[in-house]
C-alpha cells in the first residue's frame, strides 16, 4: 500500500515537472518567434502613458490663472528710434485671475479702446510674450514721431497741384502752370516743394498769379 502511494506520488510530481517545462518551453518559442509584437506592445504601453502625461500637463497648463501676486513686466517700444523701455510693477487689478486666453483678450480690447494718454503717446499695439503665475510680460509699440500737416506743392501734368503731407492726397487744383515759376521755383516744385502752413501756399499762390 505504501510502496503503492510513493510510486503515485513519484508520478504526480514527475507530472508537474513535465508541465512546468511545457509552459516555459512555449513561453520561449513565442518570444523567439514574436519579438517585434512584443516590443511593440511595450512601446504602446509607453506611448499611453506617455499621452497621459502630456494630458496633465496641458491641463494644469491650461488652469494657470494670474494673481495678485503676479508681477508685470511691460516693455516700451518706440519705432520713431528703436528706444526700449521696461518696467515691473504690480499687476494691474483688471487683469487678475486670468488664464492666457482670457489676458490676451482683454488686452485686445484695450489696444481698441485706447486711454486719452496712450493716444497722447502714440500707441500702436501690444501683444502678451510671458504668461505664468508669478510674472506675465506684455510688450507695447509706441511711435512717438510727431505728426506734421504740411503740405506739398507738386506739379502734375505741367499743372501745379497742392497735396497733403503724404504727397498722395490731393488738396486742391491751381490755375498755376508750371512755366508760370520762375525757373528756380520750377525746379523746387518738380521735387516738390513743402509748405507748413495752409497761410504760406495762399502767399505762394498769390506771388505768381497774373
Given at each position: ?8 506520488l513519484f ?7 513535465i508541465f ?8 520561449y ?5 514574436f519579438p517585434?509584437?512584443?516590443m ?12 497621459g502625461g ?5 491641463s494644469q497648463k ?6 495678485c501676486?503676479?508681477v508685470c513686466i ?9 528706444t526700449?523701455?521696461i518696467t515691473?510693477?504690480k499687476?494691474?487689478?483688471?487683469y487678475?485671475?486670468?488664464t492666457?486666453s482670457?489676458?490676451?483678450r ?5 489696444s481698441?479702446?485706447l ?22 510680460k ?5 511711435d512717438t ?6 503740405y ?12 497733403k503731407e503724404d504727397?498722395?492726397t490731393?488738396?486742391f487744383k491751381t ?7 520762375p525757373?528756380?521755383v520750377?525746379s523746387e ?8 502752413s495752409e ?10 498769379s497774373?
Amino acid at each position: 500500500m505504501r510502496k503503492g502511494y510513493k510510486i503515485g506520488l513519484f508520478f504526480a510530481l514527475l507530472l508537474i515537472v513535465i508541465f512546468i517545462a511545457l509552459l516555459m518551453w512555449r513561453r520561449y518559442i513565442w518570444r523567439e518567434q514574436f519579438p517585434d509584437k512584443l516590443m511593440e506592445q511595450n512601446t504602446e504601453q509607453q506611448t499611453q502613458d506617455g499621452e497621459g502625461g502630456n494630458a496633465i500637463s496641458s491641463s494644469q497648463k491650461n488652469n494657470i490663472r494670474t494673481t495678485c501676486n503676479t508681477v508685470c513686466i511691460y516693455e516700451d517700444i518706440d519705432k520713431k528710434d528703436g528706444t526700449v523701455v521696461i518696467t515691473e510693477e504690480k499687476i494691474p487689478g483688471k487683469y487678475i485671475d486670468m488664464t492666457r486666453s482670457e489676458l490676451e483678450r482683454a488686452l485686445y480690447d484695450d489696444s481698441v479702446q485706447l486711454s486719452l494718454d496712450d493716444k497722447k503717446r502714440g500707441f500702436q499695439t501690444q501683444h502678451l510674450e510671458l504668461f505664468s503665475e508669478d510674472r506675465i510680460k506684455i510688450v507695447r509699440i509706441y511711435d512717438t514721431t510727431e505728426e506734421r500737416n504740411g503740405y506739398y506743392i507738386m506739379a502734375v501734368k505741367h499743372e501745379i497741384w497742392i497735396f497733403k503731407e503724404d504727397k498722395e492726397t490731393l488738396y486742391f487744383k491751381t490755375d498755376l502752370l508750371l512755366e508760370d515759376l520762375p525757373e528756380k521755383v520750377q525746379s523746387e516744385v518738380i521735387k516738390g516743394k513743402y509748405m507748413d502752413s495752409e497761410v504760406k501756399i495762399y502767399h505762394f499762390l498769390e506771388s505768381y498769379s497774373s
